[in-house]
């Protein structure tokens, strides 16, 4: 990996959140000055406490639906890191007119913004979820299928309208479908809580995590580190074939939710023994699920020279590290 950004000016739209709050982190230590843009719906504050006192380090509390706010976030710097959105397929289900307000309305607020201010380039959060019934794996990036739920479809409009954005108005953006995220910082509370987390509060708790389905679900589950090194790539990449796409960010291997919890269990029983008793329990299945989710990072590797440092195993070995220092010992106390 080269290009290490520096001396930069970087607007992190969502910077509160969990992804959001580790990219802000990685380009503070570098020498950067990042400015973040939140309105603390889904994000936290204690995620960015550490940098409050930062002369590098800038808050904007706002709203990316309101448009004068996006202006005044975007002057004078020189990339946008857009990862603000209201994530999950379940909460899509459930409010679906919120999710396409914040992920529709908000990204072109944003993405018209960024150009209005001649940002080097635009880098935004896709999603996996675009590729919806489309059976075929791995997933490659120009074979989707049709979206499962309204929050994948937010995020195929949010892929059009940047590629109609560079047509029309010259901005430069790169698309980054994550694939299921996980890491420091991402929260196990609440209703929309990712399914990593949930299983690691429950089990620190002794208490048996639900599967939804019979656990053969897949996911191509990606440690946040690597979701790290693709963005600064994105924003490094000084070849013109490699902008103006969309690329796949994961670690090109299934796991299924039963071999996850089976791991997940393993890893957390070295700090406490008890947690080998637990078993889990199953569910029904969720509504806008895929069953399997598998990527090609072929493109990624061949245009950005992404190659993901932590497979499945050791970014969860370091993921429950972190949840340990930081939950289970609290609930201990």
Not at 207 to 235: H, W
Request: glycine share 8%.
């Amino acid at each position: 990996m080269s290009g290490k950004i520096t001396n930069c000016r970087i607007l992190i739209t969502g910077g509160a959140g969990f992804i959001g709050s580790n990219l802000v982190e990685k380009f503070l230590k570098q020498g950067n000055i990042v400015t973040v843009l939140d309105n603390f719906s889904t994000g936290k504050r204690s995620n960015i406490a550490l940098w409050q006192n930062d002369p590098a380090f800038c808050l904007i509390e706002g709203d990316i639906c309101n448009m004068d706010i996006c202006r005044r976030a975007v002057a004078g710097q020189d990339y946008v890191l857009h990862q603000a959105a209201l994530g999950s397929v379940p909460r899509s289900v459930k409010d679906p007119m919120t999710t396409t307000a914040v992920n529709i309305l908000g990204f072109v607020n944003m993405l018209y913004a960024a150009q209005e201010a001649e940002v080097k380039r635009f880098v935004y959060a896709a999603s996996s979820s675009t590729y919806g019934d489309n059976p075929r794996l791995p997933k490659e990036e120009d074979s989707i299928g049709k979206p499962l739920s309204p929050y994948a479809i937010t995020k195929y409009v949010n892929e059009l309208y940047a590629e109609n954005f560079h047509k029309l108005y010259n901005i430069d953006t790169i698309g980054l479908r994550y694939f299921n995220v996980f890491g420091r910082r991402q929260d196990p509370s609440g209703a929309y809580a990712a399914v990593i987390p949930k299983f690691v509060q429950s089990l620190i708790a002794h208490e048996s995590p639900v599967i939804n389905g019979d656990g053969s679900y897949s996911r191509d589950f990606t440690y946040v580190d690597n979701v790290l090194q693709a963005n600064e790539l994105a924003l490094a990449t000084e070849d013109p074939a490699a902008l103006n796409t969309v690329y796949n960010v994961a670690c090109g291997e299934r796991t299924d939710l039963n071999g996850l919890f089976a791991m997940l269990r393993e890893f957390l029983s070295e700090y406490d023994p008890e947690i080998a008793r637990v078993e889990p329990v199953y569910g029904p299945g969720r509504a806008g699920d895929i069953p399997h989710s598998l990527a090609s990072i072929e493109k990624a590797r061949r245009l950005l020279g992404y190659n993901p440092e932590f497979d499945v195993k050791s970014g969860l070995r370091n993921a429950v590290k972190w949840y340990y220092e930081n939950l289970f010992k609290k609930l201990q106390a």
